[in-house]
């Protein structure tokens, strides 16, 4: 028990450690007209710094590593020397607003984007630093489960541990067994590491204060990545018959085949397209789940613009409509660590598949009758 209690303070202590790190504090010189659109999309696209709370026109985060290659020489300093946009730094700038918006460049001396320079950002994002967190979040809580499961071999699960058990239990049998069959063993990890990477990543996404609200699960680059994970294991690790069916698919007439490959073309296209879905399916559901709540919030400051009784008006309202997103995402956020997971086990169960001798005799009787 002692043991378990020090993980966890560890791991509290990792989260200080970045809670406390430096804050900056930035005053708007003039209040703006209020931009809807602008606002929430800046709050669900990754950024070089973590944006805490705004008071009034002072607007508070915590600033990131930024760390950049250029012809061999390496810079790092944080995010915090450009001042939100309005200053360079060793000769870059990271634009907040324009075509180059959110992204570090390269400037002259007249301030201008030198179009000749090649800069390769390597920079500890608001989503990079989520994932380091809730990877060590994992870590430990999977840690914690398995020196409990080894101290004590033969009692029953309680507490975190049960919960555990069962989402492992469920993943293993209800996805892994029942779409890929009995090869589903070298699969389990990846499926395990797949499902509690996105659905522990979701949840953070939702608790709107640090360390929350980093909007993993609604980038595409994640998304894309976790799709061409499994893509890739789906071509090493797919069987003769995969291959077979792919490029000479049985059943098929010859002139489908040849002179113009029309199916084999088909199935390629079919193979790319799965992790497509894969991406866009989780990308489409997390963004649009985060947009649509930020709308509700957003609408009081809309109509705060009008005037402070409609504010005052529209903010029950607000605050029910966000309340009711906020519990459909909760749901959504276990939806798709579940749909995503259990896709990913149908490729691989596909990918798997024996041809089995029996429908070879049937279909043999059937030709010979």
């Known amino acids: 028990m002692r043991k378990t209690t020090y993980n966890y303070r560890l791991l509290f202590a990792f989260i ?11 005053a ?10 602008a606002l929430m999309i800046d709050h669900i696209i990754d950024s070089h710094d973590w944006h805490i709370y705004s008071i009034g026109d002072k607007h508070v985060s915590i600033p990131l590593p930024i760390i950049i290659l250029e012809n061999g020489k390496l810079s790092c300093f944080m ?7 309005h200053a360079t730094y060793k000769g870059y700038a990271l634009p907040s607003e324009g075509p180059n918006k959110g992204k570090i460049i390269k400037v002259d001396e007249e301030g201008n984007k030198d179009e ?19 990877s060590v979040l994992i870590f430990f809580l999977f840690y914690s489960v398995a020196k409990t499961y080894k101290r004590n071999p033969n009692k029953a699960p309680k507490g975190l541990q049960s919960v555990i058990e069962i989402a492992i239990i469920f993943v293993r049998d209800d996805i892994a067994k029942a779409s890929i069959g009995p090869k589903y063993t070298k699969y389990l990890p990846y499926l395990l590491t797949l499902f509690f990477f996105i659905i522990i ?7 709107p204060i640090f360390p929350g609200g ?10 894309a990545v976790l799709a061409l994970f499994t893509f890739f294991i789906i071509i090493f690790t797919g069987n003769r018959n995969y291959w077979q069916h792919m490029f000479n698919t049985p059943g098929v007439p010859w002139w489908l085949k040849i ?27 997390i963004t649009a789940g985060h947009i649509i709540g930020l709308g509700f919030i957003t609408l009081i400051l809309v109509f705060g613009e009008m005037s402070t009784a409609a504010a005052l008006t529209i903010s029950p309202l607000s605050v029910i409509l966000y309340m009711f997103i906020g519990l459909l995402e909760l749901l959504v956020a276990f939806l798709q660590a579940y749909v995503f997971t259990l896709l990913t086990a149908i490729f691989f169960g596909m990918a798997v598949e024996e041809h089995h001798k029996e429908v070879d005799k049937q279909a043999a009787l059937i030709d010979e009758n």
């Open 79 to 85: 995010s915090s020397k450009f001042e939100h946009g």
């Open 201 to 207: 990543n979701n949840l953070v996404g939702l608790i």
């Open 16 to 26: 200080l450690m970045f809670s406390f790190t430096s804050f900056t504090v930035h």
């Open 116 to 134: 000749s320079a090649i800069i390769y950002d390597f920079s500890i994002t608001k989503n990079a630093l989520s994932i380091m967190m809730t």
């Open 28 to 37: 708007s010189e003039e209040r703006e007209k209020l931009d809807a659109g």
């Open 214 to 223: 980093a909007n993993v699960t609604g980038n595409i680059t994640v998304c």
């Open 259 to 285: 002179p113009l490959p029309l199916m084999p073309i088909i199935e390629i296209l079919g193979a790319l397209t799965k992790p497509f879905v894969l991406m866009v399916r989780l990308f489409a559901n």
